[in-house]
Structures are given as C-alpha cells and as structure tokens.
C-alpha cells in the first residue's frame, strides 16, 4: 500500500518565488513518486491566528489555491483541500488535547517568540499570545494524524512541529492502543537560498519578496533594480553575484554553464539582467496564463476543493472513528 506524505500551506500572504522555489516546486516534484499518495491543503484554520480580516483570509486562500493549480499540482492525483472544509480536524483536535502536556506546548518555538516579544515590550509574558498560537501544534498534529500520514514535507522552520506530531501520536498510542500511524518530517535539504532584488534572502520580513505572479512589467523593474557591483561593461564577473543566483534557479545546467562563460568573458549588466528577465518571463508566462484563468474561474477552483474535501473525508472519518472507539467515546 501507498505511504501518504502530507504537507499544508498557510493563505497568510501573497505567494513569492521564494515560495515557489523553497515549498511549491519541491511538493509537486515528490508527488511524482508512484510510491507516495499525497494529501496537500491549505491551511485556513491555521491562519485565523494571524490574519483578521475576513476579505483577507478569503483572498490569500484565493491566490493559494490558483498558484498550486498553476504550478501543476495536479488534482486528479493529489487530494487538494480546504483544512476548514474538513471538520474532523477539529474533533481529532480536541481528542489530542488529551494527551499533550502543556510542557510540551510551552517549548513550541513560535510561542516561545512570542513570549520574549511581549516580554521585550515590558507586557505581561502572554499579552501577545491567543490559545490558536498556544495550540497550534496540536491542530497541526490532528492534521497530520487525521490521514496517517507517514512522511510530512515541510521547511526545517517546521521540523519541531513535526517532532511534536510524532511525540502526540506515540504518547496516544501507548495509552490507548495502536491508533496512529507516527509520522516524519521530510526536509528538504538541497533548497537553495532564494535572494531579493537586495541581495538578501527573499522574506516577508525583509520586505523584499517578489510576487510569483506580478505582471510582466514589475517583473522587468523588479529584475533592473537587482543590486550588481561596479564593474565594466566588458570585465569578467563574478557568478557570486544576485543577478546569477536567480539566474541559476530558472536555468537548465546547460543555460547556466553558457552564461558563466558570458560573464567570465565579460557581460554587461544590462545585457546580463534582459538575459535573467527573458528566462524568468519564459518560465513563469504559462503558469502566470494559468493562475490568471483560475483567479477568473474560481468557481472552477472551488470545485476542485470541495472534491478534495470529500476525498478528504473518507479517510478522516475511519480515523475518527477509531480514535473514539480507543478512547471510549463509542
Ligand atoms: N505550520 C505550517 C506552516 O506554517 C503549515 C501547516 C499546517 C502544516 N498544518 C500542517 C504543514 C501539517 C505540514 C503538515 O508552514
């Protein structure tokens, strides 16, 4: 039988080419393994604990949603769903309470942050801390155990998260019999950094992501306003520079074999920079086509996620069952 790897994505923000590069690609590529049935989703009950603007929440699931479809998630073979469409994730949630230590919670990495900040800002410890952030990782863990998920791809920020899966699933086990199946996280350890136009690695924080999607004219000032050193137009340069980074993310080994040469031989900056765009503009243009069709057809999307939630269910009600069963709910 299949193994099931699951992963879910936060609608907390406008998806980048970090993203992209770092979570959506690597996703679409290990669903390609025969070997693997994978349930992705997206993660709105997640984000209720930093997004509180209803119009907001609905229009990041919204973009979420379109660009999984436009980078290829294909939804004939991946269960794709709405985490809210899928309530027993909140029954296995409670259930999980139960067996958690409140220790185990007071270690988790995001709310441990949290607390310094408050702290930093002279505040109560918790001021800054709502039970959705204090029980994140259990709601994480019922999304994970729900399904019996074997392995979880994630970024290493999420690697704990995980591990707190894996200690909820063999803490329930060993007190009521075999129920879950114990989970492991997958990283992902070849994701190279992906850069700003500012040099810095891509991030929300650093204000310097760039929209997967933005148009074809932002993309071209996004690309001219890359910080480069002063070099000649004709003098050799060095591939350790932003502008080749980015290059090398888009380009097949041979396109970024050719253009090290270009630039040992000495390039231009303006002829290095209408090289990166064309190669971004060729790669994103068809998925950029894509997202555009699914944002005007959402209806369309809405469909393909409520399949997917019912997909969903099937297995999420036998867990559930059997997890009441166990406890003596039933
Ligand atoms: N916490 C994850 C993040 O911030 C999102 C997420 C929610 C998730 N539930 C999950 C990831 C279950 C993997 C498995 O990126």
């Avoid at 970024?155 to 199946?181: C, P, S, W």
């Avoid at 996004?222 to 502008?243: F, N, Q």
Wanted: charged letters at 25%; hydrophobic letters at 40%.
């Amino acid at each position: 039988m299949n193994k099931i790897a699951l992963t879910g994505i936060k609608p907390t923000g406008t998806p980048h080419i970090g993203n992209y590069f770092g979570a959506i690609k690597p996703a679409i590529n290990l669903s390609k393994n025969p070997e693997l049935d994978c349930y992705y989703f997206i993660a709105d009950y997640h984000a209720l604990n930093a997004i509180k603007d209803k119009e907001q929440l609905k229009q990041y699931t919204r973009e979420v949603a379109c660009t999984w479809l436009a980078c290829g998630l294909d939804p004939k073979k991946i269960v794709f769903y709405k985490q809210s469409q899928v309530q027993e994730v909140t029954e296995l949630n409670w259930l999980l309470s139960n067996v958690t230590s409140k220790g185990l919670m007071n270690r988790a990495h995001a709310y441990k942050a949290m607390v310094e900040k408050s702290l930093e800002n002279g505040d109560d410890p918790d001021a800054l801390v709502n039970m959705g952030l204090y029980n994140y990782p259990i709601l994480m863990a019922a999304d994970i155990l729900l399904f019996n998920t074997k392995f979880v791809p994630v970024g290493l920020d999420q690697k704990q998260h995980v591990e707190m899966a894996r200690d909820i699933a063999k803490a329930f086990n060993k007190r009521y019999g075999y129920t879950f199946v114990v989970p492991e996280e997958l990283i992902q350890e070849d994701v190279a950094t992906i850069y700003g136009a500012d040099g810095r690695k891509m991030s929300k924080s650093y204000g310097n992501t760039l929209p997967l999607f933005c148009s074809e004219q932002e993309l071209k000032k996004w690309v001219s306003a890359i910080k480069t050193d002063s070099s000649l137009p004709a003098e050799p340069k060095s591939t350790d520079c932003t502008v080749f980074k980015i290059y090398k993310l888009f380009a097949s080994n041979e396109q970024a074999d050719l253009m090290a040469e270009k630039y040992q031989k000495g390039i231009s900056w303006a002829d290095a920079k209408a090289e990166l765009f064309n190669l971004m503009n060729s790669v994103l243009s068809p998925m950029r086509e894509k997202y555009n069709y699914y944002i005007n057809n959402y209806d369309e999307v809405e469909k393909i996620l409520a399949d997917g939630s019912k997909r969903a269910k099937v297995i999420a009600k036998e867990t559930i069952k059997r997890a009441r069963a166990n406890m003596g709910l039933d």
